[in-house]
């Protein structure tokens, strides 16, 4: 070695090779690896170079602090802490993965597997081999949201199929049943009821037109396919659009529909998607009112967001219920006053669209007096 040359040149031995300390210096110092001594209170004693490339701290500015404490992610401390005490009363051999601060304030994921060597004299430390196992740890993580994904779509499929069989074959026997008596009685030149009965199937269309627009929205949601588009609009008009789609079913029930925004009322938000999230609220409004009741559409502005309600003095819901509502594994639906059948995907895509916007959706009802529907969606400073 003094001759300067290095093993496994012929001309060294390995012992000779492993005898030098620069050899142990230079083969630590380019180990991917770090090497970390600590006393039996946990105090860093000594920490190898590799320190720079991991955590981008001079080894020097790791010594002598009680690393636990200063450098570990808080929620991570207490294992590390358990870890360490393991290795020091019990002079356990153990490995344990935590976050370590790193220079530029990022934490980085480490693996240490430790040694105790207290009582060896030419130690008198707890030995750490310490690797960064940040990428590995991002692996994971993708690999589990991946999992995760998956597992939301099949669910999601299975639902939208499920919904398809149940939930759309109802208006359509309707649509098959109402059309094949038209036809019969415009065979029999019978004309009396077929203006009813065309009313009977239109009825059932749009219906049918709802719920497929709802379903696809929702379909479209869970597979990420929705885009955000926020936008300023008048909110008082996108009301008012509303109340006039819902005319006839409100009319049909004598139910009053009042647009109580003020004109004027500016938000920033995706404007179909709230479009969606009102004719939801106000058409579930109608559907669980008895006939003579009335809806209020209602606006409140405060610093830096808006909430916009939905008032009705239908049947309500029960205590029990409404905490199930907007919870996709509980997919709840109930029958409407005049029969009505639905499919528990409006709420669900209001609580999707609302969260989209950063905002929230909860209800406050008592059964036999009426609910309350609200959203509140933050807003840019100046709307
Ligand atoms: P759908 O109306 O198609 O069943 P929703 O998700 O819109 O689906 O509503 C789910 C359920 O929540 C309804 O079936 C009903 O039981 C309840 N609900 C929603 N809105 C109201 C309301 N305004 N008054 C009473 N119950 C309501």
New binding site residues.
């Given amino acids: 070695m003094n001759n300067g040359s290095t093993y496994p040149n012929k001309e060294v031995t390995a012992d000779e090779f492993l005898k030098s300390d620069e050899t142990f210096r230079q083969l630590i110092k380019n180990s991917f690896d770090m090497l970390v001594l600590l006393d039996s209170d946990g105090v860093q004693r000594y920490v190898s170079e590799s320190c720079k490339k991991i955590l981008g701290y001079d080894p020097r500015e790791l010594t002598d602090i009680s690393v636990i404490e200063s450098m570990i992610h808080p929620d991570d401390q207490a294992k590390t802490k358990q870890g360490f005490l393991d290795i020091v009363k019990h002079s356990k051999h153990g490995g344990t993965q935590y976050r370590h601060r790193h220079k530029n304030g990022d934490w980085v994921y480490l693996e240490a597997y430790g040694n105790n060597q207290l009582h060896n004299p030419d130690i008198q430390a707890v030995v750490l081999n310490v690797r960064d196992i940040t990428e590995r740890k991002k692996a994971e993580k993708a690999l589990k949201d991946s999992e995760t994904r998956l597992s939301e779509l099949i669910a999601t499929k299975d639902r939208f199929f499920s919904i398809i069989g149940h939930d759309l074959k109802n208006p359509f026997s309707g649509i098959l049943g109402f059309s094949e008596l038209l036809i019969d009685q415009l065979k029999n030149k019978h004309y009396d009821d077929s203006l009813e009965l065309a009313q009977m199937i239109q009825h059932s269309s749009k219906r049918v037109m709802d719920l497929l627009n709802n379903l696809l929205a929702w379909a479209q949601s869970q597979t990420g396919k929705t885009k955000f588009n926020p936008e300023y609009f008048e909110i008082d008009e996108v009301a008012d659009e509303v109340i006039d789609l819902l005319r006839d079913s409100s009319h049909q029930k004598s139910i009053s529909l009042t647009n109580g925004i003020p004109p004027g009322t500016l938000v920033y938000a995706d404007k179909p998607m709230i479009t969606l999230v009102l004719r ?2 106000v058409s ?2 109608v ?3 008895q006939p003579g009741g009335k809806i209020d559409i209602e606006s409140e502005k405060n610093k830096g967001e808006i909430s916009i309600s ?1 008032i ?1 003095n ?4 029960s205590k029990d ?1 409404i905490e199930d ?1 907007f919870n996709v594994d509980k997919r ?3 029958k409407g006053t005049y029969n009505e059948t ?7 895509l209001c609580k999707d669209f609302i969260k989209t916007h950063g905002g929230r959706i909860w ?1 406050e ?1 008592e059964l036999d007096k ?2 309350k ?1 609200t959203f509140m969606i933050p807003q840019k400073t100046g709307c």
């Fill in positions: 939801n609220l579930n409004g559907k669980f009112t939905v009705d239908g049947v309500g819901i219920n509502l709840h639906s109930s639905g499919t528990g995907l409006g709420l669900l209800a009802s009426g609910s529907f």
